[in-house]
């Protein structure tokens, strides 16, 4: 799937996942939430496509560009520590 700016998003894992893919958890919905910004606004000030960062909101992103994260943050003035964290296994 592709951006308003040409830029690759994939699907695949669930927001955090135990299966091997990955562990990160995002907290897209609760940034937005406190700055009182919904996912359509922030898709119309980044140009980035509604569809696109709802999989990023979801978790069901497996990489996201560094150029649309910088546009996420600054948009948002916050860090990727902000929108990201990390679950350890329960081993």
């Known amino acids: ?8 998003i994939e699907h695949g894992a669930p927001r ?4 091997g893919d990955h562990r990160i958890v995002v907290h897209l919905a609760e940034v937005l939430e406190r700055r009182g910004m919904t996912l359509t606004e922030l898709s119309e000030r980044i140009g980035v ?5 709802s999989i990023l909101k979801t978790g069901k992103a497996r990489a996201v560009r560094f150029t649309t994260l910088t546009a996420i943050c600054e948009a948002l003035d916050t860090t990727p ?9 329960d081993d």
């Open 1 to 8: 799937m592709s951006s308003d700016r040409g830029e690759r």
């Open 16 to 19: 955090t996942s135990d299966d």
């Open 49 to 53: 496509t509604l569809a696109n960062l």
């Open 81 to 89: 520590a902000e929108l990201f964290s990390y679950e350890p296994r």
